[in-house]
């Protein structure tokens, strides 16, 4: 190299080095001062940090260039900050509108998302970003009210927002859809948008999440045709509706996730589906949708989840859906199927579930070569035949199967060789013919057992209490055959299910973990010792139905949690607990058919949110608890056949009994008149409700409340009363003075039972609104007058009894009264009609009338029968007998005697028949007949 080369070179290197010293420092000092300052109104929560994970912020420091911080990224000829991702960073603080996070204006890409900001709205400021084309905020508990600048973001492609505690402001929603015209992507899940769907989006989406977010109205069809969509879940909106594309979707080459669950269809699922061949996912749970599965879904090669259960999907599944190649999840639980379960000819599926549905024959063997299966779930079906427990030995994945409730029968033919495999974590083999628990040994990651329903006798082995001491959450062995369990060594229990068994000694205390203990319907005896008290975490205690006496541990009140108490039918003796403490969970308090003493407790007026109280049967001796008319939620309010007294007090507040359902006081000593005002209020009987809801919450899974009540003449214990009975029954006490005409505003009431009293004076025709009543028992009183003609209306009216009063006058005829029998008006001598044979009327002729006229239709009038009736009697009188017969049948036959065809055919038909009710009817054609013999003779 010549000394000039050289020379070159030595210049070159020198300006280089020259150059690169005059360049600023990459990242610009208030961007540094700018990140350090929102770092300093965060702290980081070390609960939430897991080894895998750290904060990106705690690194940050001025001994380093800020563009090479954790999570951050400049622009690398300005040194501005355009990229800042703290996601997951375990953050806790606020972003308030004075935040130096705004001070980086020229962020492109913000990511906040899966922290807790949970003090902070989103601000305005979010608005300045004008660059921003990411922005996710997610996860992170901000709060308030969506501010509208978010819609100036006009470069944004990803927007990321979620929580319960954010919400949209009327319009918010359309204008920005409105602006954001450049937008791929958009995750609105579970905020309260509360709006329609706007008409206009951007045609570049590609994934659309607006899940749980309130929309209502239609689904615009354009959201199906969007060219770019990949993406589209709008789980979870329960008032919005929507129709499928007829014809192929256009963009059916790219959809690759749907979900619409939750959405209200109600149609049949159409062929078009099977055009989305690029799906991965499809969730159409809960959609209101019928008729068949299109065989189109074999067209879905790609699919990996599929989920059409809770719907009212009918027929067979197709056969090729048995075929698809990546099928992983296969969920089609709670519709009306039928059919046979096919041979699967791939072995990717990893859960099946069909429960719930009405298919039938033997498990396809095809199930032991799914050796990836994890979940199998086929419980409430008509599947038969014996089931091996070595069917299911080779699927080693396998930690939920369900069988329960088919008419399989499980057998262990190997039962020292083969068992269940170890992996199982949840088995469910309720009503399966389960004989022993051999089967069982190697299963020792049990979480939840269920083998309710079967044949298991003598006792639990120690080596399956050895096995499920760590793991066991729940147990159910309800209804079997067990007859003795000394002790329930577990851990970890949550709930625990020995029902209705032959178990026998004193009473076994669970693990103090236990939230849900029912052990009634069996024979244990001895008294409850007290170390009941120490389950602290109990939320449910059923001890029904066995043969425990002595004293109620009195610290049971004290339990602050516990919302189900049920001790009914035993032999307790002694007061019930007396320090109920405010703020008390209790939900249902039942102690009927035991041998309690005392006055009710009053600190049970501390129990807001008590639903049901059931102290019938037992020997209390107190007043009417009127303070009980306080509570809230009171459904059911049973004082049955106790020696309570006196009279019945009311309170002149506006809400006594506002929930009430149920009142039973009867067999008691109550006294004096019945107040008008204990009626007054009960708004629960004043409305009838279409449809009644159903238990929601967690323990209605284990326990359905149940109450004993007289129905019909009969008592009949009655379960999930709360929503199926609404009852009064005053029977067997001493009130005196007049049945309250306030009564009849009941509407609701099914069952009214005031009977064996001392009442007085007429009966009320206002309780002639009481359209739903079956059941109406006023016997054994002092009633006096007639039978109030509205009671005709009563349609549903199944059971009537008035008997031993002193009523007189004719009994109402029509509808159900053509029904009661003698037995209904025994005791009352001065009753006439149906179905006594004294007349009602001066004369035959006018009863029998008045019999008739009663089945008229309703667009037929009185007069006109009649008229038609004289005319054939007159013509009688003209011809004589068999002239004014041969008229009368003419008349008939041609429909000139314009007789309602409706009684014309009851005549005929039941005159044949010979039935009691058709007397009456009878006897006016014999009466038209006598007087045209009559008449016709005296001619």
């Not at 709360?722 to 029977?731: A, K, P, V």
């Not at 009849?744 to 001392?758: E, K, P, Q, T, Y």
Request: aromatic residues 8%.
């Amino acid at each position: 190299m010549g000394s000039g080369q050289f020379s070159f070179l030595f210049f070159l290197c020198f300006c280089q080095l020259s150059f690169s010293s005059s360049i600023p420092h990459l990242c610009r000092k208030d961007q540094s001062y700018a990140l350090l300052e929102f770092k300093r109104t965060l702290i980081v929560d070390p609960s939430l940090v897991t080894s895998s994970s750290y904060s990106y912020t705690s690194s940050w420091n001025m001994s380093r260039d800020c563009c090479s911080w954790d999570g951050v990224v400049c622009n690398e000829m300005t040194g501005h900050v355009i990229e800042l991702d703290l996601s997951c960073n375990s953050l806790v603080g606020k972003v308030d509108s004075n935040s130096s996070l705004f001070q980086l204006s020229h962020l492109q890409r913000l990511d906040l998302s899966s922290n807790n900001f949970s003090n902070s709205n989103i601000s305005p400021e979010f608005g300045r970003f004008s660059s921003l084309t990411y922005l996710d905020l997610s996860d992170s508990y901000f709060s308030g009210q969506n501010p509208s600048e978010i819609s100036h973001l006009s470069k944004l492609q990803s927007l990321y927002f979620s929580g319960e505690m954010l919400k949209f402001g009327p319009h918010d929603f359309e204008m920005l859809l409105q602006n954001l015209t450049q937008l791929r992507e958009l995750h609105l899940t579970s905020i309260n948008i509360s709006s329609t769907i706007p008409l206009n989006f951007s045609s570049h989406l590609t994934t659309l999440r607006l899940g749980n977010t309130g929309l209502h109205g239609l689904i615009p069809e354009s959201i199906f045709h969007l060219p770019n969509l990949e993406t589209l879940v709008l789980q979870n909106n329960d008032q919005l509706s929507g129709y499928f594309p007829k014809t192929k979707w256009i963009s059916s080459a790219s959809l690759v996730e749907l979900d619409l669950s939750g959405v209200n269809f109600s149609c049949n699922l159409p062929e078009s589906i099977g055009y989305l061949t690029s799906l991965h996912s499809l969730s159409l749970k809960n959609c209101n949708l019928r008729g068949p599965i299109p065989e189109s879904l074999s067209n879905l090669t790609h699919i990996l989840d599929l989920d059409l259960s809770d719907n009212s999907l009918n027929g067979t599944i197709p056969s090729g859906m048995f075929s698809l190649p990546s099928l992983s999840r296969l969920v089609l639980s709670n519709n009306h199927l039928y059919g046979q379960f096919e041979d699967f000819n791939s072995n990717s599926v990893i859960w099946i579930d069909l429960s719930n549905n009405q298919l039938q024959g033997h498990l396809p063997k095809s199930i032991q070569n799914l050796v990836n299966l994890t979940g199998l779930v086929l419980s409430f079906n008509n599947f038969n035949g014996s089931v091996d427990v070595s069917f299911f030995a080779d699927l080693k994945q396998l930690y939920y199967l369900d069988l329960s409730y088919n008419c399989i029968s499980l057998t262990n033919e190997n039962k020292h060789n083969v068992t269940l495999p170890g992996s199982l974590m949840s088995l469910r083999l309720a009503a399966c013919e389960v004989k022993e628990l051999e089967f069982l040994r190697s299963a020792k990651l049990l979480w939840h057992l269920d083998l309710s329903n079967n044949k298991i006798e003598g006792r639990i082995p120690d080596w399956a209490w050895s096995n499920w001491i760590i793991s066991l959450k729940s147990l159910n062995i309800s209804h079997n055959m067990l007859a003795s369990v000394d002790s329930i060594p577990l851990q970890s229990a949550n709930a625990i299910d020995l029902r209705s068994n032959f178990l026998q000694g004193s009473l076994p205390i669970p693990p103090i973990s236990t939230r849900f203990f029912f052990i009634s319907h069996n024979n244990l005896s001895g008294e409850i010792p007290s170390s009941i008290c120490n389950l602290t975490s109990l939320v449910m205690l059923d001890l029904a139905g066995n043969n425990l006496k002595g004293a109620i541990p009195q610290c049971l009140s004290n339990i602050s949690g516990l919302e189900v108490l049920d001790m009914h039918h035993n032999s307790l003796s002694g007061t019930l607990p007396t320090t109920f403490r405010i703020g008390s969970a209790l939900k249902s308090f039942n102690f009927h058919g035991n041998k309690l003493e005392g006055k009710i407790p009053q600190s049970l007026i501390n129990c807001k949110l008590l639903e049901v109280l059931d102290l019938g049967d037992n020997h209390l001796n107190d007043t009417f608890p009127v303070w009980l008319g306080t509570l809230p939620k009171l459904k059911v309010l049973s004082l049955r056949s106790n020696i309570l007294h006196g009279p019945i007090r009311t309170l002149t507040t506006e809400n006594m009994f506002p929930q009430l359902q149920i009142l039973d006081l009867s067999s008691n000593a109550f006294t004096k008149n019945i107040p008008p005002g204990l009626f007054q209020h009960l708004k629960a009987m004043r409305t009838i409700h279409q449809m009644m809801n159903t238990p929601s919450d967690e323990g209605s899974r284990y326990y359905q409340d149940s109450i004993a009540v007289v129905s019909k003449g009969y008592e009949r214990e009655i379960v999930r009363i709360l929503f199926l009975y609404i009852t009064i029954d005053l029977s067997n006490n001493k009130f005196e003075g007049h049945l309250p005409s306030i009564m009849g505003d009941l509407i609701a009431l099914r069952v009214l039972n005031i009977s064996h009293n001392g009442l007085e004076g007429h009966m009320p025709p206002s309780l002639g609104r009481l359209c739903s009543v079956e059941s109406l028992d006023l016997s054994s009183n002092h009633l006096v007058g007639e039978i109030p003609a509205q009671f005709a209306s009563l349609t549903s009216l199944e059971v009537l009894n008035l008997s031993y009063n002193h009523l007189e006058g004719c009994i109402p005829q029509g509808n159900q009264f053509h029904t009661f029998e003698n037995n209904s008006y025994e005791g009352n001598d001065g009753l006439r009609g149906f179905p006594f044979t004294k007349g009602c009327g001066n004369d035959r002729v006018s009863g029998t009338n008045y019999a008739i006229s009663g089945q008229l239709d309703d667009e037929e009038s009185n007069s006109e029968f009649l008229r038609d009736f004289w005319k054939g009697a007159l013509m009688g009188y003209g011809s004589g007998l068999c002239i004014g017969l041969s008229i009368i049948y003419f008349m008939i036959s041609t429909g000139n005697l314009k007789w309602p065809a409706r009684i014309i055919e009851e005549l005929e038909h039941k005159i044949m028949m010979g039935r009691r009710k058709t007397q009456r009817k009878q006897r006016l054609f014999c009466i038209s007949i006598c007087f045209s013999s009559v008449f016709g003779l005296t001619l």
